[in-house]
């Protein structure tokens, strides 16, 4: 790997920018090239949030991926940036992946870990991860003591969301958007559906706190916690 660069995943925490890490702002202002995943326009949702901390003149690689539940163009997207990648680090520049929230988390990084992390160099930066950042604005702890956590996809099968969260005390849902009724019928079936709240957008504008069974419309950048055993322990 002599004389390659470095990739580098660079968490950049869930949409606040002051929850970026130090690591991840000292890095993100010295690293020559940047990549990061985006919507077929614009800048995305990880690069908007590090912005403050990038420097003018900086390569970009955009990622520009469809997000449609079928996936169909995600392979050749993620083919195509880690061959662009590919060639900065054979030149021995290092290139940092943006990943909003944790890259190891449910991140698109890890699509890329998978294609490059066998030929070059890694270093991953961790972020703060969405569930983290919901609890915190919440105040309720997303486990305590003997509890255990669930960290569940709402696009999982019903029954299998249900088997899920009768295992856990506490459980974070992620993806959430249209798969709303959804978990709404499985919390109701588990009697949970009071235990449940919602946060949508965490520190980003738009940003929304509710009791679940309040919630009409979820979108994607949303998640749920469930607590069985109530909100706040005493
Ligand atoms: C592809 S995952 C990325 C998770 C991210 N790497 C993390 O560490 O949180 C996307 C899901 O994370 C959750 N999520 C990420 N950021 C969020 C935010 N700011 N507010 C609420 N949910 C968020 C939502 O459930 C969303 O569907």
Redesign the pocket.
Known sequence: MSGTGTLYGI?VG??DPELLTLKAARLLGQVPVLAWPAPLEGDG?ARSIAAAVIPPGRVEIPIRLAFRPERDDTDAAYDAAAAAITAHLECGRDVAVL?????L????FIYLLARLGERFAVDVVP?????M??AALLRQPLATLDEALAVIP?TRPEAEIERLLIAADTAV?????RHLPKLKRVLARLNLLDAARA??????SG?RLMPLAEAETLP????VLVHRRGAVPR
């Open positions: 968490g869930p949409g949702m990943c909003e929230g944790d890259p988390f449910f991140g698109s972020g703060i991860a969405s569930p950042a919901a709402a849902v992620m993806k959430v958007g946060v949508e957008r965490a520190g980003l940003q994607y950048f949303s998640l």
